[in-house]
């Protein structure tokens, strides 16, 4: 497990801990576990000679079937870190893409997972490993289909690429349908977001009373699931959680994601679930806010909820309590006893209020479009025409009156 730059602002044992809590995730028995700090990457290697020969030693000392580095290695790296150990060596990038090929549950899923595993292999067409395949079945890419893909030529990866995409393009227009047939109803959408194992299905699955698989497990939930909640002062609110992120979120995924991600983007409010126990918690806000950014979504107004609480001293909780207090997006609160869920609901609540507000909008009673749009984005509050212009009284979010203007504008 090397340190590289930028993995250096996290605690190397919690950075190892996490590594090996993937490696778990499919199944695999972690029988020892290195860390080295490397100065000058090897471009052949990425290793330098001792350490590659400490490798070695330990992948013989405990017949060790895999390797797993927990860095991104280059295709030539990675077949000659095999010669080198005898064994099959993964990267952390071909590890999460293994968790997600064994996770995918729905056919959006699968397809999402296999195109950001062709575009991973595309680049990587070495022939190496084989002794592993043979022990494995199903989706998972390390043997079984993804060993005769790493066979066929650039040209059929790219020409199974395209239908994947194809077909995903598809799937993504259906759900824009769904979407835009819900978003007739005036109610708000909040998102669940945050690092993977934070405790977004513990969090959705107490605020909706779901049964959603929350478990110590990394990258427990996939696909996205959405739900109605109470929320204090609204008819309903829908929530949603989703797949959780993890720092290096490997690019492919996150273009592959894209499509299921759109919930979040198109979310009245984002819930950051943060674990607030656990050392590296800052580093992992940066990866999710990174990733927030990559997919659009930093424009949301959003709620950092500070979890795991219980799992504090007395006095690291008073400490961060106090921190919270200073601000004013952050709850703090345990979803695993309930500790200041209500206060989360009401601050939620609160931002959401905040966010919308009655406008007052004239429109010519000829104007069936824009009226049309006022019904189905705001929450009407009143109305009143005299034969030519109706005036309406509509709740709209700050967002929306803009997205309003906006298409005014464009059609003036
Ligand atoms: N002590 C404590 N444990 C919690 C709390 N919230 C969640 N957990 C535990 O943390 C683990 C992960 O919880 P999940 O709800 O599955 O986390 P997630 O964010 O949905 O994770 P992924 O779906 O894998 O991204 C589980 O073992 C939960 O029981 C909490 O407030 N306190
Ligand atoms: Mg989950």
Redesign the pocket.
């Known amino acids: 497990m090397p340190d590289l730059g930028k993995a250096a602002r996290r605690d190397p044992e919690a950075r190892l801990d996490e590594a090996a809590g993937l490696a778990e995730a499919i199944g695999v028995k972690v029988e020892d576990r290195l860390h080295f700090r490397i100065r000058q990457p090897k471009p052949a290697t990425l290793f330098g000679r001792g350490q590659m020969e400490a490798i070695a030693d330990a992948v013989q000392a405990a017949e060790a079937e895999l390797v797993i580095v927990d860095a991104a290695i280059t295709p030539v790296q990675q077949k000659n870190l095999e010669e080198g150990t005898k064994a099959k060596v993964i990267d952390r990038t071909g590890l999460i893409l293994e968790i997600f090929g064994e996770r995918a549950a729905t056919a959006e899923g699968r397809l999402q997972v296999e195109l950001a595993h062709l575009d991973y292999q595309a680049g990587r067409l070495v022939r190496s490993w084989t002794h592993l395949e043979r022990q494995r079945g199903g989706f998972g890419f390390l043997g079984g289909p993804g060993e005769t893909q790493i066979e066929a030529d650039r040209r059929l990866i790219r020409d199974r690429m395209a239908k994947l995409k194809k077909e995903l393009d598809q799937v993504a227009r259906t759900r824009t349908l769904h979407r835009s047939r819900r978003q007739r109803a005036p109610w708000p959408v909040i998102a669940?977001v945050?690092?993977?194992?934070?405790?977004?299905?513990?969090?959705?699955?107490r605020l909706t009373r779901a049964d959603?698989?929350?478990?110590?497990?990394?990258?427990?939930?996939?696909d996205p699931t959405m739900r109605e909640i109470a929320l204090p002062g609204f008819d309903k609110a829908i929530l949603s959680?989703t797949?959780?992120?993890i720092s290096e979120l490997p690019t492919q995924l996150v273009a592959a994601f894209r499509a299921t991600l759109e919930e979040v983007v198109s979310a009245d409010l984002i819930l950051h679930?943060r674990?607030i126990?656990h050392p590296d918690s800052d580093a992992q806000r940066a990866d999710v806010e990174q990733v927030l950014g990559e997919i659009g979504a930093k424009q949301a107004p959003m709620i950092e909820a500070w979890?795991?609480?219980?799992?504090l001293t007395p006095g690291e909780a008073e400490r961060v309590r106090a921190e919270a207090a200073r601000r004013e997006d952050v709850v703090v609160?345990?979803?695993?006893?309930g500790e200041g869920v209500g206060a989360l609901l009401a601050g939620a609540a609160g931002h959401l209020r905040k966010e919308s507000e009655i406008r007052t909008i004239t429109l010519s009673a000829s104007d069936g479009e824009a009226i049309a749009w006022l019904h189905a984005n705001g929450e009407m509050v009143a109305q009143e025409s005299d034969g030519v212009e109706t005036r309406f009284e509509v709740r709209l979010s700050d967002r929306d009156w803009a997205r309003f203007r906006a298409r005014r504008s464009a059609r003036a």
């Open positions: 669940l945050g690092y993977t194992n934070a405790g977004k299905s513990t969090l959705f699955n959603v698989v929350a478990e110590d497990l990394l990258f427990a939930t996939l959680d797949v959780g992120f679930v674990d126990s979890n795991k609480i219980d799992l609160l345990s979803a695993l006893t």
